[in-house]
C-alpha cells in the first residue's frame, strides 16, 4: 500500500508558550512495498513523523493518506499499523508465544487461525523454536525478533520502526539489519525505518528521507542520495570518512583552492561550498601534487592527509597505489566528484 504524507507538520508548545517547529511541511509518497529509511541527527523530528504516522500524535496540519484512505484523524488502532521500538517493549511474564499473540486477542481472529498465525510470524522472524520462553530468557536480537512478529502478527499495512536496533550491539545490529530486509523483502510491507544511522539507512534501505530541524533534505535511493547530494547538508551527513568541505572561489571559470587555478569548472563565478569525498581522489602517476601531512592503512585503503593549497584535506586511496614513506603523492579527482553548494542555500550546483 501506498503511503503519502501531504504538507505534514507538527508544532509543539511548551508550557512556557514557547514552540517548537518538530517536522515543517513534510510531503512524501512512498511506494507501496518499499522499505524507506527516516534519517537525520537526533531531534530532527523522524519519531514525531512515526508516531504521526502511527496515529500516536496528531499533526498541527497537513494529511496522512493510506492508498486512498484519508487516515489523518482515524484512532491508532484503526490504521493497520505495526510499531517497533527501540526498547523492545515485551510483556516479561508472557511467554514468547502469548507476546505475538497478544494483539490478535482483541480481535475476532477464530482461535486456530490466531495460532497458525503467531507460529507463522515466529518461523518467519526466525524464533519458531523460542515460542514457550519468556523474554528474559533471549538475547536482545532475539527480543527484538519477538517485537518484529508481534508487530507483523495483525498483517498490518505499514510497518514502522523507531531506531529499532539503537540497543543491540554492533555485531547482532548487522545481522538483524539484514533480517529486516529479508523479512520486509518476504512480507512485501511498506515499510519505514528510523535511524540517525546514515551507514545502517544505507544499507538497508530501498529510499532515504533526510530530514534536518523536520525538514525534508532530499529523498531518494541511497546511491543517487550518495553520488548525488542534494545539498551541503546531505553531502555532510552521508560518508564516513566524511566528506572534506571548505569554501572555494570559481573566478573567470577556474576552480581556485584558496586562490590557485585548480581546474575548469562549468559554474559561474562565485564563492562556493566544496565538497570532495575522501574516497573519490586516486593516487595517480600524473596529478597534482600535494604534501602529506600524515598516512595510514586502513586494510585495502590508505588515508591521506594532505595539504591542498592550505586546506587540510583527507583522501582514501588504493593501498597498492601509494608508500607510507610518500612525502608527496600525486592526487587526482574527477570533475564530476566534485561539489558545489550554493554559500546561502546549501543546494548543490553542479550536479542532479
Ligand atoms: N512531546 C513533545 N513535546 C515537546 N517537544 C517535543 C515532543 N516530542 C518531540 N519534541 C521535540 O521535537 C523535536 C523532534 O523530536 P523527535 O521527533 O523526537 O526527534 P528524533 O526522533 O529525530 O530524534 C525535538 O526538538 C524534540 O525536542
Ligand atoms: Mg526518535
Redesign the pocket.
Known amino acids: 500500500m501506498e503511503l503519502r504524507l501531504e504538507n505534514l507538520t ?1 508544532i ?3 508550557r512556557t508558550g514557547i514552540e ?4 515543517k511541511n513534510l510531503d512524501i509518497t512512498i511506494e507501496s512495498g518499499t522499505l524507506v529509511g ?1 534519517l ?12 504521526m504516522i502511527a496515529g500516536l ?1 496528531k499533526p498541527t496540519s497537513g494529511k496522512i493518506f493510506f492508498g486512498d484512505d484519508d487516515v489523518t484523524k482515524l484512532a491508532p488502532e484503526k490504521r493497520g499499523i505495526g510499531l517497533v521500538f527501540q526498547n523492545y517493549a515485551l510483556y516479561p511474564h508472557m511467554t514468547v508465544f502469548n507476546n505475538i499473540l497478544f494483539p490478535l486477542e482483541n480481535l475476532d481472529v477464530p482461535k486456530d487461525e490466531a495460532i497458525k498465525r503467531v507460529k507463522e510470524m515466529a518461523n518467519l522472524v526466525g524464533i519458531g523454536e523460542l515460542l514457550d520462553r519468556k523474554p528474559s530468557q533471549l538475547s536482545g536480537g532475539q527480543q527484538q525478533r519477538v517485537a518484529i512478529a508481534r508487530a507483523l502478527v495483525k498483517k498490518p499495512r505499514v510497518l514502522l520502526l ?2 529499532p536496533l539503537s540497543n543491540l550491539d554492533a555485531r547482532l545490529r548487522l545481522q538483524m539489519r539484514e533480517e529486516i530486509k529479508r523479512i520486509q523483502r518476504e512480507t512485501g510491507i511498506t515499510t519505514i525505518f ?1 535511524t ?1 544511522d546514515q551507514e545502517e539507512a544505507m544499507s538497508i534501505s530501498d529510499k532515504m528521507v533526510v ?1 534536518d ?2 525538514v525534508k533534505q532530499q529523498y531518494a535511493s541511497p546511491q543517487s542520495m550518495y553520488t548525488d547530494p542534494g545539498n551541503l547538508f546531505v553531502g555532510k551527513f552521508l560518508g564516513n570518512p566524511p566528506i572534506n568541505t571548505f569554501e572555494a572561489e570559481v573566478k573567470k571559470g577556474y576552480l581556485m583552492i584558496n586562490d590557485k587555478k585548480f581546474m575548469k569548472i562549468k559554474v559561474p563565478d562565485a564563492l562556493y561550498d566544496i565538497g570532495m569525498r575522501p574516497e573519490n581522489f586516486r593516487a595517480v602517476a600524473e596529478g597534482f601534487d600535494v604534501d602529506v601531512k600524515d598516512i595510514y592503512h586502513i586494510g585495502r585503503d590508505t588515508m591521506v592527509h594532505f595539504d591542498f593549497n592550505g586546506q587540510n584535506v583527507r583522501a582514501l586511496v588504493d593501498s597498492d597505489d601509494i608508500s607510507s614513506e610518500d612525502k608527496v603523492v600525486h592526487l587526482s579527482i574527477k570533475e564530476s566528484r566534485i561539489y558545489l553548494f550554493d554559500k546561502e542555500t546549501g543546494k548543490v550546483v553542479n550536479h542532479g
Do not use: R
Open positions: 507538527k509543539f508548545t511548551n517548537t517547529t518538530a517536522v527516516l537525520g541527527p537526533s531531534g530532527c523530528g523522524k519519531s514525531t513523523t512515526l508516531f500524535e523507531d531506531e528510523v540517525h530530514l530541524f523536520g
